[in-house]
């Protein structure tokens, strides 16, 4: 029986990756072993977004190649086609590497592989298909990934996805529709539809809907109870996903709408394609919705160029939204990219200290935030039990973590649906009662 092992890095895109991989592998034959001990083939889906996670990958790669010379060991994802054949030079154990753009190869590549070939590649960008598959290993048994557009055609000159996951794809909103379907009746509850940029979805088919279309839609179909999304980009981010918010309650009132900076001379420089105004005005549409909509957000700090007073901007904008999340980064500096060329790096040091000072001054927003939530009741999707604490752990609709007790109640109440009373804050997660 032939079977492999897969570690995936980075972001949800490749976490739903390798589940369409795992699938796909299953279907060819293969099965699924926990270890990389036991494995022949093992696999590594790649991330490249910031220099650590590409050096987490290839520090893997090393201490793998010194326990275990038996096996074949394939690169997949960003890293893969980042650096193609080079890889076979840094680590000539790797006998694969296939980018994201060629997974529906996947089938004749494991063929080469199995027949003896030591340099098998998939490497093309030039592909107008994207990778659905009905084979799919869903890891979660209640929220389900479902890719609606993959690649992205934006250009921002600190990111290599543009260079890894090549041009924008959309999928048919029927392909879409159907996969929600066969979800519901698998009997998922929440969905979240996946994209580099959603907002840019196009329907390929000549119904041609936009995102807030296809959003709406999916929220409407029969035993989904949450519809998310991510990633928006703000340039692409229109007042009609809003109000489909505001119509549809299945759909989540969470947006993550990455800034990156509040100063429109380096979002200028960034090649964001917004100015700070334009952004707030997205910010001011959402806080005037009739649903509370939870705002979170991606900021980086030190691009080239970016001043004390321009760092003074993304602060005053952090002030002024009061995001409920943020994900902050440092500026690493990424190959092929356009801000390579730029002169004016900033210091390390100087980068950690503004990274530094973003994450406490929005730990302290977030326990203010979460402080006026003591008293409300929030549906909450269970999604496990923590042994230690006693506690279950819910999540809102607004994305929030509510971990609660429920009294005199061994219940499994994994994957449903319960009202909890908030009754503590913290800066990163709530505590309730749970009060049905
Ligand atoms: N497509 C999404 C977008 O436009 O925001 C997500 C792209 S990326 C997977 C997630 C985040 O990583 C970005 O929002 C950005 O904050 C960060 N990022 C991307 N490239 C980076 C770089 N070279 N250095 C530091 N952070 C980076
Ligand atoms: Fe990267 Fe910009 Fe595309 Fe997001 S929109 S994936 S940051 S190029």
Redesign the pocket.
């Known amino acids: 029986m032939k079977n492999f092992y897969i570690e995936t890095f980075?972001?949800q895109?490749n976490a739903h990756d390798s589940e369409k991989v795992i699938g796909t592998l299953i279907g060819e034959g293969y099965s699924q072993v926990p270890t990389p001990e036991e494995a022949q083939l093992v696999l590594y889906n790649t991330?490249s977004?910031?220099?650590k996670a590409e050096q987490k990958v290839f520090n893997r790669l090393q201490q793998f190649k010194r326990n275990h010379k038996d096996k074949k060991i394939v690169l997949l994802g960003c890293v893969a086609q980042q650096e193609g054949e080079r890889v076979f030079e840094r680590a000539p154990f790797v006998s694969m590497v296939c980018g994201s753009a060629s997974y529906n190869q996947l089938p004749a590549m494991l063929v080469q592989l199995e027949t003896g070939n030591k340099r098998v590649t998939g490497l093309s960008l030039d592909t107008e298909d994207t990778f659905d598959t009905p084979l799919t290993r869903r890891e979660n048994p209640h929220r389900a990934y479902i890719t609606i557009i993959e690649g992205?055609d934006?250009s921002?000159a600190?990111?290599?996805?543009p260079f890894t996951r090549g041009p924008e794809r959309s999928r048919t909103s029927t392909s879409v529709l159907d996969e929600a379907r066969r979800l519901a009746d698998a009997g998922y509850s929440e969905i979240q539809l996946l994209?580099?940029?959603v907002n840019s979805y196009r329907d390929p088919s000549p119904t041609g809907w936009d995102f807030a279309q296809l959003l709406d839609a999916v929220g409407r179909v029969e035993g989904i109870r949450r519809v998310r999304f991510?990633?928006?980009?703000p340039r692409d981010f229109v007042k009609p996903i809003i109000d489909a918010i505001d119509e549809n309650p299945n759909l989540c009132n969470h947006v993550?709408l990455?800034v990156?900076s509040g100063s429109t001379r380096v979002l200028d420089a960034m090649r964001r394609l917004y100015t700070r105004d334009q952004y707030m005005r997205r910010i001011e549409w959402m806080k005037a919705a009739r649903r509370d909509i939870a705002i979170t957000t991606?900021?980086?700090v030190g691009?080239p160029g970016e001043t004390e007073s321009d760092f003074e901007e993304t602060l005053s904008l952090l002030r002024e939204v009061e995001f409920d999340a943020l994900?902050?980064?440092?500026?690493?500096?990424?190959p092929n990219?356009p801000?390579l060329a730029l002169d004016d790096q900033i210091p390390e040091e100087e980068k950690t200290r503004r990274l530094q000072f973003v994450l406490d001054m929005q730990r302290e927003i977030q326990l203010r935030r979460h402080a006026s939530y003591v008293g409300r009741v929030e549906e909450c999707l269970v999604e496990g039990f923590n042994k230690a604490t006693g506690q279950w752990i819910g999540r809102t609709s607004q994305h929030k973590t509510l971990n609660f007790l429920r009294p005199a109640s061994a219940d499994d109440l994994l994957g449903q649906y319960v009202d909890v009373r908030v009754t503590r804050a913290g800066a990163n997660s709530l505590v309730g009662e749970c009060v049905n």
């Not at 991510?230 to 980009?233: A, E, L, P, Q, V």
């Open positions: 980075g972001c895109m991330c977004i910031r220099d992205c934006k921002c600190y990111c290599v996805v994209g580099q940029n991510t990633t928006s980009h993550h990455p990156q991606d900021i980086i691009f994900f902050g980064f440092k500026y690493s500096r990424r990219t801000a």
